[in-house]
């Protein structure tokens, strides 16, 4: 016969058996909370690197504490992962997971006719209309007039000129002025100060008429800008192009167009592969296509600043879609934690007033 005190043991000990023990579900939650913590981090450093992105050096230092939240998350997923599931079963997952990727984009490659469907703004040359880290869809062209721009006709020898090697010139809007025989240049203007025509050449540096130029003429002049802590300048600007006797303002109706740089051009060597700029406008040459390109947020032309317009073979698409900011998470990983320059201000368009 069993004692009251065994009885109890007796009783407790089939009830544990039944379900299952504290001591065993304690470890499960531990498991389940853990990573919030680097959660939270990696959310709170990327929001203050995103209003923290026009100051250089704490944008440096909370890119760089965003990306080693990031792969610790990562790593403490896979860990978790494998202690739970089992090693084998977490490289089925990812091999799964890298094939469904690969076939979502070979889709989309085919379904946007591109080898590139989908991109990253790295820069803020498209402000206001793209912000640096939007993702892009991009549609490939196979006609050009999917790309909406004014077309220009344009001669064997004028297209020659432009794509020769003395050419493009530089020729970039400023704004300058004289001390003594000194001259002194910049792109912000001030009251007492010039706008002119800016080649930079090997025999020396010169200021033009702010409308010159062959075989486009540049006319230059002011345009208002908007600075991010709220207050307003002005800088030297590129108000209209002429060619042929046709004159060519900026439209913010003009497509968007995703182009591949040469190894020539200065977006090359500071390392844009890509550009995404607006179509400003097209010279056909006997049906080769050449698209003038530049950015909302920049002064000039991209020509402007020597880099050769891309033939329509160059041209990998058009921008269909964006999603805002959802691209800073490949900026982090590729090592890209500074704002580049001109993130600091947004030109205020005729268009938007």
């Known amino acids: 016969m069993l004692s009251k005190k065994k009885k109890a043991d007796y009783k407790d000990a089939k009830a544990g058996g039944n379900r299952p023990s504290q001591a065993a579900e304690k470890p499960s939650k531990k498991q389940g909370i853990k990573l919030l913590p680097f959660y939270i981090a990696f959310f709170i450093s990327i929001a203050l690197?995103?209003?923290?992105?026009?100051?250089?050096?704490?944008?440096?230092?909370?890119?760089?504490?965003?990306?080693?939240?990031?792969?610790?998350?990562?790593?403490?997923?896979?860990?978790?992962?494998?202690?739970?599931?089992?090693?084998?079963?977490?490289?089925?997952?990812?091999?799964?997971?890298?094939?469904?990727?690969?076939?979502?984009?070979?889709?989309?490659?085919?379904?946007?006719?591109t080898r590139y469907p989908i991109n990253v703004v790295p820069s803020c040359s498209m402000l206001p209309y793209l912000h640096r880290g939007d993702i892009i869809a991009i549609s490939g062209i196979s006609n050009i007039k999917q790309i909406k721009a004014p077309m220009v006709n344009v001669t064997k020898s004028e297209i020659g000129y432009i794509m020769s090697q003395g050419y493009p010139d530089s020729l970039s809007c400023v704004a300058y002025k004289y001390s003594g025989t000194q001259l002194e240049v910049s792109q912000y203007y001030e009251e007492g100060w010039a706008i002119g025509l800016y080649k930079e050449g090997s025999s020396g540096d010169e200021i033009l008429n702010n409308t010159s130029g062959y075989p486009i003429s540049y006319n230059c002049g002011v345009r208002s800008i908007r600075y991010n802590?709220?207050?307003?300048?002005?800088?030297?600007?590129?108000?209209?192009?002429r060619i042929n006797n046709k004159t060519i303002k900026g439209d913010a109706n003009n497509s968007v167009v995703v182009y591949q740089t040469e190894p020539s051009d200065l977006f090359y060597k500071e390392g844009d592969s890509f550009i995404v700029h607006r179509a400003y406008a097209i010279l056909n040459q006997s049906g080769n296509y050449y698209i003038l390109t530049k950015g909302?947020?920049?002064?000039?032309?991209?020509?402007?600043?020597?880099?050769?317009?891309?033939?329509?073979?160059?041209?990998?698409?058009?921008?269909?879609?964006?999603?805002?900011?959802?691209?800073?998470?490949?900026?982090?990983?590729?090592?890209?934690?500074?704002?580049?320059?001109?993130?600091?201000?947004?030109?205020?368009?005729?268009?938007e007033s």
């Open 296 to 351: 909302d947020n920049n002064p000039g032309l991209d020509m402007q600043y020597d880099n050769y317009p891309p033939n329509s073979s160059e041209v990998e698409g058009k921008v269909v879609g964006v999603a805002p900011y959802l691209g800073y998470l490949k900026l982090l990983i590729s090592g890209k934690f500074t704002a580049p320059a001109g993130c600091n201000s947004t030109i205020i368009h005729s268009w």
């Open 49 to 113: 690197y995103l209003v923290f992105s026009g100051y250089e050096y704490l944008s440096i230092i909370l890119g760089l504490l965003s990306f080693i939240f990031l792969v610790l998350i990562i790593g403490l997923e896979l860990e978790q992962s494998v202690r739970e599931e089992g090693s084998k079963k977490v490289v089925i997952e990812i091999f799964g997971t890298i094939i469904v990727v690969a076939v979502i984009w070979l889709a989309l490659m085919y379904g946007l006719n």
């Open 229 to 241: 802590n709220g207050t307003e300048g002005e800088e030297a600007y590129l108000e209209s192009i």
